[in-house]
């Protein structure tokens, strides 16, 4: 449609607006020429602030404010957008109508345009997937022409981009769906332009956005920014579910441990909220339903950097399931109130019987919202959840890596974050979590803390101390860990940086929370000849001078609360330790399938002496070692002065396996003793790389990727979780290790890792041992 007599134009803007039930808009302001109800959110009556809303996933969220009632992208860089989570296009048989205010903040070399995106979809076409899709179909202004699809028009009159309306018109048209893009000004019912073209409509599915410049290729000093306000969605085209609103309470973590004091049983728990504005309301306040009754427990201040709110009750009734609601009061600019409630069940303390545990590691963004793993765990129905790190990665979500100054990189690292409470904050809804942050959750590719020292020059992945911000760093320990038992000694180290270890009593269990990275020496200390300071590539290079006097694994501070932990056995007579990383080198493969390393001085194998000192200090308390970050699942156990003396070790398949490792041994000729006696190969007795002795059960090796579809591609790649029943009364510990795309209460042996399931004893952690 190359133009349109101003009575045709009329006439078309009329038809779309009637077919949907809408007036013809007069000579009205913007506001008000949308249906009643119809407009997403509730951005005029928001105060300032970096969130957007519960209706919306920002892109990426440290680019967007809320500004004087409108929403303003903050970046000139390419495909900002806002999607509508609350709405997908699913019913193409049916039409619908969106419209939108823009205005033009700010061109710097060109203009990218503004508009609309429709049909975005991921491979699973799920609506939280579908926010970090690239594609779908735009429509929109760009430097003055009307874009649709691959359909470009100059406007028949000039229009004011400061303060234009955007109207996209969807309708049943045949075996087709038709689109009309009207451009016009938010004062006057005269259309600036139209534009019409027609698709298949299977590419209308999938989310809707709004869009500050198209071209994802503008880096930030290129494109133009724009503000977006009365965001109108209506029509039958859109299935709407309003359950999926994010916020204002994203998601709560609790736990629930015996202090052995006189405050008897502690419940802790923490909301997290979106980053809010100075004029919002900064409380949130916890109830407990008695009988019919709900009782106040009182408000906690929300940390405005980590965006927290954490209650400590002493005293808890540990002997009945109790319902909870976090409510956050919303304040709005006239003075009204937007109340929001999270809800969920506070355990009773599991007793008399076996507690399951569900043991989580390591979630690359690829695979997102990682469905198949939350949807076991409701299933399998866990009594407590452990994620032992890397809860995100760098490039989680797109739009780069924002490392300093401190308040950019926090809410950089937030907007990661969310990712994992947003995949998961069902499953964390009604039963305690335990939650360790490693490497990637610090922005690092390897972590060596130094105590909590300033990284002086070098990589995050070979260079010890730390990269970011301290006041970054402790909003994602406090993010992760504000609601753990309360810690064995929070004395702050290096850089006034928190600590989190410390201990839980739950379930007639006792575990020990450590951190295996945040006091470990860096490589630097060391020469691995290889070019690379963390990995030894040579088979023959000698390992054994990598292990230098005074060398750190967990540090004085957490071995002497090892020490004391494993002669504590009140209220409990069976122990788990919860760490990071395995305290062997169960890998000798990294990266690709060929990649061959002796050694990786990220694993828990290196320094060799600090580890054998951890090795001899656990093995009187007898725990099970669970632990994560290798990609790899195994069950292994230690050896100290001799092969398996020490304690067993379950490394958990990652959620969703990005870097990929193999243990292969037996293809380099490494030697071995004592294979189990179910055959398996690369099983056994062995000396890993850094000359540290290990018995390898079971190992679940991967497949090279080749998929496309994500979950495919997660369970090839050796994602999936772990599932451990610790039986206090039996003192026994029997592991499952699921693969990604299973249903794990269907019985099927292949639903695991080849070697599992496995039944071991607490004694065999102390090297009393009865597997063969």
Known sequence: MQSLTRRMALKLFAAGTT?????????????????????????????????????????????????????????????????????????????????????????????????????????????????????????????????????????????????????????????????????????????????????????????????????????????????????????????VTPEHKFGPILWSQYSLSDSRSDDGFVMKITALTGPLGEQDNKDVELFIKQADDWKSLGTAALDTDAWTATFRVPNWNEKEATPFKLVYREKLTDGTEVPAERTGIIRANPEGRPLKLGALTCQKDYGFPYEPVANNLLKVDPDLLYFSGDQLYEDHGGFGLIRDPAAPAILNYLRKFYMHGWAFGEAMRDRPVICLPDDHDVFHGNLWGEGGAKMKEGTTSSAGGYREPARMVNVVHKTCTAHHPDYADPTPCKQNISVYYGDMVYGGVGFAIIADRQFKSGPEHVETGSGRADHVMDPNFDTSVLDKPGLVLLGERQEKFLERWCDDWRAHNIKVLFSQTVFAGVATHHGGYDGYLKADLDCGSWPQTARNRTVQIIRKGMPLHINGDQHLTSLSQYGSDAQRDSCWSFCTPAISAGYPRWWRPDEVGMPHENRPQHGLANTGEFIDGFGNKVYVYAVGNPEPASEKNRYDLAHQKGSGFGLVLIDPEKKTYTLNSFRFLVDATDGKTSNQFPGWPVTIHKKENGGDNLIQ
Not at 127 to 143: D, L, M, P
């Open 19 to 239: 077919f949907l039930g809408f007036k013809k808009p007069g000579v009205l302001q913007a506001d008000e020429k949308t249906e009643a109800g119809s407009v997403a959110g509730r951005w005029k009556k928001t105060h300032d602030r970096v969130w957007l809303g519960e209706e919306f996933w920002a892109n990426p969220m440290e680019d967007w404010r809320i500004k004087e009632g409108a929403a303003e992208c903050l970046s000139t860089g390419g495909s900002r957008n806002i999607q509508l989570v609350t709405h997908q296009l699913t019913n193409t048989e049916a039409p619908f109508r969106m419209s939108v205010h823009v205005s033009q903040q700010e061109v710097k070399q060109q203009d990218g345009g503004v508009g609309f995106r429709v049909g975005v979809k991921s491979d699973i076409n799920e609506y939280r997937s579908n926010c970090f899709a690239k594609g779908g179909i735009k429509a929109g202004v760009v430097a003055g022409e009307m874009v649709l699809g691959n359909k470009q028009q100059k406007l028949q009159q000039p229009a004011d981009m400061k303060n234009c309306v955007l109207t996209l018109i969807g309708k049943p048209d045949g075996e087709k769906y038709s689109l009309t893009l009207i451009v016009s000004s938010p004062e006057s019912d005269k259309p600036l332009g139209t534009l019409t073209q027609t698709f298949p409509p299977q590419a209308l599915l999938g989310n809707v956005t709004v869009v500050s410049n198209f071209d994802p290729r503008f880096n930030r000093k290129i494109g133009a920014r724009y503000r977006f306000s009365d965001w109108s969605v209506t029509g039958d085209a859109f299935t």
